[in-house]
Nanobody, 133 residues
C-alpha cells in the first residue's frame, strides 16, 4: 500500500524559508509524476503549487504565484520529494499536500496554467505552513 507522509511545515515570518518533505513508502517514486498542492484557509479546493514529472529527465512546473520562489525536487535514493520555499509570503499560508498518480503512465491533469489532481491520486495527510506578516 502506498503511503505519503509530509513533514517540514511550521510557522515562519514573511521572507523566511521552509523545506517540505514528502516521504513515500510502498513503491518507488522513480519515474512517477509527483506534485505539491495546497489548500488555503476558507478555500474549498486544493490548488496547484508544483509538479515534477519524468520524461527522460525530470521536468518541473510551477504555479505563477510561486515561480522563482519555490523549488520542487526529489531524491530517488531516499524515496522522498521536496519543496524548498523561499521568500515566503502571508498568502502562502495553507495546508500543503503531496500527491502521486496511481500509474507511472499518467500524470496530473494539465490545464492552461497548471495541473489538477486526478480523482484517484494518492495523497499525504498534509502539513501546515503559516506565514506571519
Amino acid at each position: 500500500q502506498v503511503q505519503l507522509v509530509e513533514s517540514g511545515g511550521g510557522l515562519v515570518q514573511a521572507g523566511g524559508s521552509l523545506r517540505l518533505s514528502c516521504s513515500a513508502s510502498g513503491r518507488t517514486i522513480n519515474g512517477y509524476a509527483m506534485g505539491w498542492f495546497r489548500q488555503a484557509p476558507g478555500r474549498a479546493e486544493r490548488e496547484f503549487v508544483a509538479v515534477i514529472q519524468w520524461s527522460g529527465v525530470d521536468n518541473t512546473y510551477y504555479a505563477d504565484s510561486v515561480k522563482g520562489r519555490f523549488t520542487i525536487s526529489r531524491d530517488n535514493a531516499k524515496n522522498t520529494m521536496y519543496l524548498q520555499m523561499n521568500s515566503l509570503k502571508p498568502e502562502d499560508t495553507a495546508v500543503y499536500y503531496c500527491a502521486m498518480p496511481r500509474s507511472a503512465l499518467t500524470s496530473f491533469v494539465y490545464y492552461d496554467g497548471g495541473f489538477s489532481p486526478n480523482d484517484d491520486d494518492y495523497w499525504g495527510q498534509g502539513t501546515q505552513v503559516t506565514v506571519s506578516s
